[in-house]
């Protein structure tokens, strides 16, 4: 299957801080990728989907302010969580879809951040 | 956001036993995706189906693509410790990107 990665896999940070997450395709190029957030023993939610040189498209209650998104490339996404806060704390995964072959998705091994 | 219907949401099981797990939808999804995910790590993904009625298999696993197009189920024979871990379906409608992702199913085998 095709690899993704994340970087970094851990970050703590104080409150007010800004932190980014890097997503990359490894072996193939993603038109799109999507953005999700885990919240211990809960399932994957959507929170924006990030075009390769277009704006991101955020879901519904998603602050895109707050969740800045670029996709400069098509094989690297970013996620920056702007001003930190304990709340924001979360296991945040991305996702990519390819350019060929049939409709599917993979994952990156997720960015688990603590919020001090 | 909006979630598929996942069941069972937990199973503990016998070693050797075979497990059976679905998810529902009240509405019509063109694609259907089993991951697995281990603790800490992100969902790996099982089998992809993209037909009504698509039976496909993955080693020990199996899965359907409901003739309604608005279910998937997916069994596992045989069942191992490793196959400890939280399985997820994602539906992806026509028209969409996106994938909806179920609640989950907490599996817990007992060697």
């Known amino acids: 299957g095709a690899v993704v990665s994340q970087h970094p896999s851990r970050v703590i940070c104080k409150s007010g801080t800004s932190v980014k997450i890097e997503c990359r395709s490894l072996?193939?190029?993603?038109?799109?990728m999507f953005w999700y957030r885990q919240f211990p023993k809960k399932s994957l939610m959507l929170m924006a989907t990030?075009?390769?040189?277009?704006?991101?498209?955020?879901e519904q209650g998603v602050e895109k302010d707050k969740f800045l998104i670029n996709h400069a490339s098509l094989t690297l996404s970013t996620l920056t969580v702007t001003s930190a806060h304990p709340e924001d704390s979360s296991f945040y995964i991305c996702?990519?879809?390819?350019?060929?072959?049939?409709?599917?998705?993979?994952f990156g091994p997720g960015t688990r951040l603590l919020v001090l | 956001g909006q979630q598929l219907n996942q069941s069972p949401q937990s199973m503990f099981i016998q070693e050797g036993e075979d497990v059976s797990m679905n998810c529902t939808s009240s509405?019509?999804?063109?694609?259907w995706l089993w991951y697995k995910q281990d603790p800490g790590e992100g969902p790996v993904l099982l089998i992809a189906?993209?037909?009504?009625?698509e039976l496909t298999s993955n080693g020990r696993l199996t899965a359907q693509f409901g003739i309604t197009r608005k279910d998937s189920f997916l069994n596992i024979s045989a069942s191992i410790p490793s196959d400890v871990g939280i399985y997820f379906c994602?539906?992806?409608?026509?028209?969409?990107?996106?994938?909806?992702f179920g609640t989950g199913t907490r599996l817990k085998v007992l060697a």
């Open positions: 189906l993209y037909k009504a009625g």
């Open positions: 990030s075009n390769e040189g277009s704006k991101a498209t955020y």
């Open positions: 072996d193939f190029q993603a038109t799109t």
């Open positions: 994602a539906g992806q409608r026509e028209g969409t990107y996106k994938y909806i």
């Open positions: 996702s990519a879809r390819g350019m060929a072959g049939r409709e599917t998705q993979y």
């Open positions: 509405s019509i999804f063109n694609t």
